[in-house]
């Protein structure tokens, strides 16, 4: 079945750590790619898209994501994670082709410890 | 500029009332877009519109949900008979065209229960 799979549904790093989250997807052609952040009681906040071009795409709050169209992925990471980073994570594509819609993954829930 | 709006932030209802929410997009944008957010789930699709139209309703969930745009700017979803599964947070999203690599930018969302 066609879907965004995000496996870890709860991730904990502590505060300066690395941060690799994982969302994998099941099109056959490769569809538009974005990662949201969801902090609480927040609306959903672009960090980056990937449409065309380079791989590796640069977003705000310093994340970066590589698309990989043999693994079929688009990973999110940080280098070192702030406490401010702690909220839900969520990978979602759109199909494009008239199919503007975005399809979520189930999202990840990140917590940093001090 | 202003983001999108929604309102109210939260709404409670009584299973079999009706209910509207309200989206106002950012100005100049010509797609609108609703999805509904369950507990511990990523947001699902329920419809989009461009300019005054709905361009895509696949994702309502059945005859009880409707939603239109009559000028093209603000939006109203409209859920009739309430069920206890109705509740969820809305979100409203908006983009400058309705083209796959555009952004949407999320209002807050509207909280529902209905109980």
């Known amino acids: 079945a066609q879907s965004v799979t995000q496996p870890d549904i709860h991730i904990t790093v502590s505060e300066g750590a690395s941060l690799e989250l994982r969302c994998n997807y099941s099109?056959?052609?490769?569809?538009?790619l974005f990662w949201y952040v969801q902090s609480p009681g927040q609306g959903l906040q672009l960090l980056l898209k990937y449409f065309s071009g380079d791989t590796l795409v640069q977003g705000i709050k310093g994340f970066e994501a590589e698309f990989k169209r043999s693994q079929s992925s688009f990973n999110l990471r940080k280098p070192s994670v702030h406490w401010s980073d702690a909220a839900e994570y969520f990978c979602?594509?759109?199909?494009?082709?008239?199919?503007?819609?975005?399809?979520f993954g189930a999202g990840t829930r990140l917590a940093v410890h001090p | 500029g202003a983001g999108v709006s929604q309102t109210p932030s939260n709404k409670v209802t009584e299973k079999g009332k009706y209910v509207e929410l309200r989206c106002d997009p950012i100005?100049?944008?010509?797609?609108l877009y609703w999805y509904r957010q369950s507990l511990g789930q990523g947001p699902e699709f329920l419809i989009y519109?461009?300019?005054?139209?709905?361009?895509?309703d696949s994702g309502l969930p059945n005859d009880r949900f409707f939603a239109v745009r009559p000028e093209g700017s603000v939006s109203t979803l409209k859920i009739q008979r309430t069920e206890r599964g109705d509740s969820a947070v809305y979100l409203c999203?908006?983009?400058?065209?309705?083209?796959?690599?555009?952004?949407?930018?999320f209002g807050p969302g509207t909280r529902l229960t209905v109980l």
């Open positions: 519109f461009q300019g005054t139209g709905a361009a895509d």
């Open positions: 999203a908006s983009s400058l065209r309705l083209a796959g690599a555009d952004t949407q930018y």
């Open positions: 979602a594509v759109v199909l494009g082709g008239g199919y503007n819609k975005l399809i």
């Open positions: 100005s100049g944008h010509t797609a």
């Open positions: 099109y056959g052609a490769t569809p538009y």
